[in-house]
């Protein structure tokens, strides 16, 4: 016998639940994670003090989203992100003078740590005595490049309340955290900016479809269907923050189709913006498309080689087409 009870979900079918209704709720396929309404109060605070102070908000979403399999989940599929496209947009952003919304995968590279995210801990501290023949744990600055510097801009972003960390894991988690933070930052108007960089899953399975317990390996090969996840965008632009500026991402791996890609989304959407970058070449090369202009950002092996970041110039760029699109009105 094999594992099928996944196969009667087909794609398309007529008797298939509305995943996301006309009004832009959510379905019951997808739980609400139990932070949610006190993480929408933390973000509508946040948007409110900081548009009160004329700065502009960045809604940064950040890696891949998970998808459970079963309800007490030991498997689950994964979209591939490390985090690093937006924990460094996140840095360069600041940097702008934007207050930053950081909606991320939990463990996923994080502004500013994530330049030692390769380094073992205790590898960078040095145990010594102390005058008074105490213990005291020193931290080796040659195995933490740039410490000093880092730790100082990392504080003063702290300080000054910059920065507002949102966790997810799931796909639902995500869903219901981007509907939550657009609503929180609607009242700001133009002056919020989002700025879609995780990797969310296309495919899902419904709650109700979901096996409880862990799938035996002894019901033989295991065959899945999954239907498809709701497009965010198209609530986000029209119906939650239709004010802000919103810039999506796409990624593909053959890169003959992705200006294509790019400018059907724009279609599609009409929001103001697409990043797009193919898998391998993502560090060195992308290309922002907007409804009239294309722009390619390309860093030199050289750049690379110095340090220089794309996320640098991305961010440069979008944070002068926000410049014009608040001016515009
Ligand atoms: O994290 P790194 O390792 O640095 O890699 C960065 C990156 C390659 C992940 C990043 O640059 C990137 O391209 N992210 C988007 C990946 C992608 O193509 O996602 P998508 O095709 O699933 O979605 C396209 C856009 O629609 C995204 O902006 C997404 O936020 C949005 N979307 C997706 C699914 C969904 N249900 N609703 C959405 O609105």
């Known amino acids: 016998m094999t594992n099928s009870y996944l196969k009667k979900i087909t794609p398309g079918s007529m008797a298939e639940p509305v995943a996301l209704t006309a009004e832009g709720k959510l379905s019951e396929d997808f739980a609400v994670p139990s932070h949610a309404e006190e993480v929408k109060v933390q973000m509508a605070d946040f948007a409110a003090q900081h548009g009160a102070a004329g ?10 989203t998970k998808v459970p399999l079963e309800s007490r989940t030991v498997r689950f599929l994964d979209n591939f992100s490390s985090g690093r496209r937006g924990a460094s947009s996140a840095e360069y952003f600041l940097e702008s003078g934007y207050a930053v ?4 995968r939990h463990r996923s590279l994080y502004p500013f740590t994530r330049l030692y995210s390769g380094i073992n801990l205790l590898d960078s501290l040095q145990l010594e005595i102390g005058s008074c023949g105490s213990d005291q ?22 300080e000054a309340g ?15 955290l981007l509907k939550a933070a657009a609503q929180a930052l609607s009242p700001i108007g133009s002056q919020a900016m989002f700025y879609l960089a995780a990797a969310v899953s296309d495919f899902y399975i419904p709650a109700s479809d979901m096996p409880e317990h862990k799938i035996q390996s002894s019901s033989g090969p295991l065959h899945i269907s999954m239907k498809m996840v709701p497009k965010m965008l198209t609530p986000l632009v029209k119906d939650w923050a239709p004010q802000a500026f919103v810039i999506s991402f796409k990624l593909e791996t053959d890169a003959s189709i992705l200006l294509d890609r790019a400018r059907r989304a724009l279609d599609i959407y009409r929001h103001q913006a697409v990043v797009g970058n193919v898998l391998d070449t993502r560090r060195g090369y992308v290309v922002v498309v907007t409804p009239d202009t294309q722009v390619e950002l390309v860093l030199t092996d050289e750049e690379a080689g110095r340090g220089v970041e794309i996320e640098d110039r991305i961010v440069s760029n979008l944070a002068a087409a926000h410049s014009n699109f608040i001016i515009q009105g």
Request: no cysteine.
């Open 55 to 64: 700065r502009r908000v960045v809604l940064i979403t950040s890696g891949g």
């Open 101 to 104: 919304i950081f909606l991320h």
């Open 137 to 158: 744990v020193v931290v080796n600055q040659q195995a933490l490049p740039n410490i000093t510097k880092v730790l100082k801009l990392y504080q003063a972003v702290k």
């Open 162 to 176: 910059l920065l507002l960390p949102v966790e997810f894991s799931t796909l639902s988690d995500y869903l219901h």
